[in-house]
């Protein structure tokens, strides 16, 4: 969210790596009415230098008062400047909440930061949303409609060694409308990548963490059968066979470790590619042959 801000509103926020995500609550008793769909502040935890609350508005429907009341509730609490920003992926309500607003409090009149479509490009190339998550994620939310931007942001996810990529996901699916949220169902559910979104936990069975423990157990036996695929055709071509697209397609599509172990064992002493696939008493009948 620093990147929005700053970037593309040219908010001034402090030089500071520290970044945390709070509580969305403001008041300590049992309430709705101050609870901002995320929060976050830059600095030290315990004395934090700007908040940054993060609102995502699929209509007009909620009353602009209430965002400076967010606004003041996060200053008295935090004790720190205080920026709202409004995600709107329709621009009609982005020119809504970009209106300044009187709180009724004399000398406060609340401006909010609007983000709408006209804000956001449409980031259709994966090495771009890759190299810009935060961006690829508001790109996803304002112009999730056009498909390629779902397919971009599928594949940046699928490629990126960012740890977070799991958050990314989540914060895009979550502050999505329902159309965008469809199209990332159906397209991230097509990919390799571990889907954790309501979608996720119905068709495929697992809770948030037990999605986790099995996205990475699976991830790891896929890159084990992939390496494995890798050894068994570099033996082959380092032996001198010329193999054909068929057995390179039937090599690098088994995901069963053991048979793969097994035919790397027999690429070691074969004497055509196709005896890989045979058993070694099979191999011998025909040497004699």
Known sequence: MTEILRDLI???????????????????????????DLVFTLGPKQ?????????????????????????????????????????????????HYAKPVES??????????????RD??????????????????????????????????ATALNTTSDEHATKYYEYAYSMSGPEIRKLLEEIMASTAWPVYSPFAREHFGRGREEGKAEG?????????????????LLVLDARGFDISDDTRAMIT????????????????????????????DEQHHQGEE
Request: with cysteine; glycine share 4%.
């Open 120 to 153: 956001v490009p449409a980031i259709i190339d994966p090495q771009e949303a890759a190299a810009d998550l935060p961006l690829a994620v508001m790109s996803v939310m304002t112009q999730g409609r056009d498909r390629k931007v779902i397919e971009a942001f």
């Open 10 to 36: 040219h908010v001034k926020l402090p030089d500071t790596p520290l970044i945390q995500q709070e509580e969305r609550t403001f008041n300590t008793r049992i309430s709705d009415d101050i609870e901002p």
């Open 253 to 280: 599509t088994c995901t069963d470790l053991a048979q793969l172990h097994a035919w790397l064992t027999r690429a070691a002493t074969a004497r055509t590619p196709q005896d890989l696939f045979s058993e070694p």
């Open 47 to 95: 004395s934090p230098l700007h908040a940054i609350i993060v609102e995502v508005q699929q209509d007009n429907g909620k009353e602009a008062k209430q965002l400076a009341r967010y606004a003041a509730a996060a200053w008295l609490l935090l004790k720190c400047d205080v920026t709202v920003l409004i995600v709107c992926p329709n621009q009609s309500d982005a020119d």
């Open 216 to 232: 990475k157990a699976e991830g790891k036996a896929e890159g084990k059968a992939e390496e494995a695929a890798k050894s068994v």
């Open 104 to 117: 009724g409090l004399n000398g406060y009149r609340f401006q909010p930061q609007v983000v709408g479509p």
